[in-house]
Structure formats: structure tokens, C-alpha cells
């Protein structure tokens, strides 16, 4: 069974500040996904990593994966307030998609000024 | 393009009722993906759906089931409704399977 841990769960930071979010998962996958979620809404696609070494950045905001490790993380540089979200991450099985995504238990961030 | 559209948003239920969910992908899209999302289990996948054939199943019970339409539309259908199955139910769709999805804005359901 394909698990998904993210830590910190919570995590609070003042603005300007640097910070990692971390993804571990069990089993080999096909790609992994980062998705944002502001209270109340839906979830907001951030970044797919599809192999080894990818590395994904938009604005403040830079996503790595490490298939041999089972590790990806999501790195917040200059944290400024509009980053404050839930930030989940996701793993698609391999073989053909099987089960869905997974998704961790999501990373609540608050930025404060 | 406009999104992936749910309805209805807000439902209120009561136990051992019905409901039924609707889901539209983005155009062109014909992967849809089912989810429910609860404050003590996260998000976890109830099914996936492309060309009108169930392809995965998550571990829910069979009170749970779904449909895709031949317009890639999709139903969602929760029987026998218990307090537990209040939560917000999340439609995702892509082009084709393992693809990224993107997301509608859910409905959210409680049930009394």
C-alpha cells in the first residue's frame, strides 16, 4: 500500500523567512504532484514531477523530486503572506495509475507579517 | 476554458438517504477522478473514470458508486447516507489517466 508523509504538518513563519516542506513515500511512482489549497476551496495545481532530479520552480516556490530516495520537496523562499495555504502532496502509483492519487495529510502554512 | 464544475455545492442530508453528485471536466477532458476529503482521514480517492469505464476503485464500500457519461460527464451516488460520510466530495479531471488533474470546488455534504 502506497503511503504519503509530509512534515511539517503545521508550520508557521514570518515573511522573508525560508522554508522546506517535506515528502516521503513508500513505493516507486510514477510522478508526483503538488497541489495548494486556500481554506474553504478547492485544491490549485502547483507543480508535476515526473523523474529523478526534476526540479520545478514558479515564483517563490520550488518543487524537487528524488525517486531513490522516495523523497520531493517544496521549497518557499522569501515566504510573503499570499503563501499561506495547505499544501498537499500527491503520488500516482505505478502501473497504470492504479488507486488514484495519494495524497499526504497536507502542510497547514501561515505567514505572518 | 472554463473548469471542472460541481453541483450542487451544499447538500444537507439526513441518514439513510441518497444523493447523487454531478461532476463536468474541462472540456476535452475525458479522465474524471473522484475524492473525498474529511478533517481526520485527508483526502482519499473513491474512483477514477475514463470513456465510461470504471479504471480504479479506492477502498470505500459499495454504498459508493459512480458513472461517466459518454460527454465525459460524471455522477457520483452514495446510498443508505451515514453521519460519516459528511465531508467534501472533490471531482478531478484530465485529458487522459495519469495526467495532472485539476480539481472543481467540491460539494460539500453533511449529513444529519
Known amino acids: 500500500e502506497l503511503k504519503v508523509e509530509q512534515n511539517p504538518l503545521f508550520l508557521s513563519m514570518q515573511e522573508g523567512k525560508n522554508y522546506t516542506i517535506y515528502c516521503n513515500y513508500s513505493t516507486t511512482s510514477d510522478r508526483l504532484y503538488w497541489y495548494r489549497q486556500d481554506p474553504g476551496k478547492s485544491l490549485e495545481s502547483l507543480f508535476v514531477?515526473?523523474?529523478?532530479?526534476a526540479v520545478k520552480q514558479e515564483g517563490r516556490l520550488m518543487a524537487s523530486l528524488d525517486t531513490k530516495a522516495r523523497l520531493s520537496t517544496l521549497h518557499i523562499t522569501a515566504a510573503v503572506h499570499d503563501l499561506s495555504a495547505t499544501y498537499f502532496c500527491?503520488?500516482?502509483?505505478?502501473?497504470?495509475?492504479?488507486?488514484?492519487?495519494?495524497f499526504g495529510k497536507g502542510t497547514h502554512l501561515i505567514i505572518q507579517p | 476554458k472554463a473548469g471542472v464544475t460541481q453541483t450542487p455545492r451544499y447538500l444537507i442530508k439526513t441518514r439513510g438517504q441518497q444523493v447523487t453528485l454531478s461532476c463536468s471536466p474541462i472540456s476535452g477532458h475525458r479522465s474524471v477522478s473522484w475524492y473525498q476529503q474529511t478533517p481526520g482521514q485527508g483526502l482519499q480517492f473513491l474512483f477514477e473514470y475514463f470513456s465510461e469505464t470504471q479504471r480504479n476503485k479506492g477502498n470505500f464500500p459499495g454504498r459508493f458508486s459512480g458513472r461517466q457519461f459518454s460527454n465525459s460527464r460524471s455522477e457520483m451516488n452514495v446510498s443508505t447516507l451515514e453521519l460519516g460520510d459528511s465531508a467534501l466530495y472533490l471531482c478531478?479531471?484530465?485529458?487522459?489517466?495519469?495526467?495532472?488533474?485539476?480539481f472543481g470546488p467540491g460539494t460539500r455534504l453533511l449529513v444529519l
Open positions: 500527491a503520488v500516482e502509483g505505478s502501473g497504470g495509475g492504479a488507486d488514484g492519487l495519494t
Open positions: 514531477l515526473l523523474s529523478n532530479g
Open positions: 478531478a479531471s484530465s485529458r487522459v489517466v495519469q495526467e495532472t488533474q485539476y
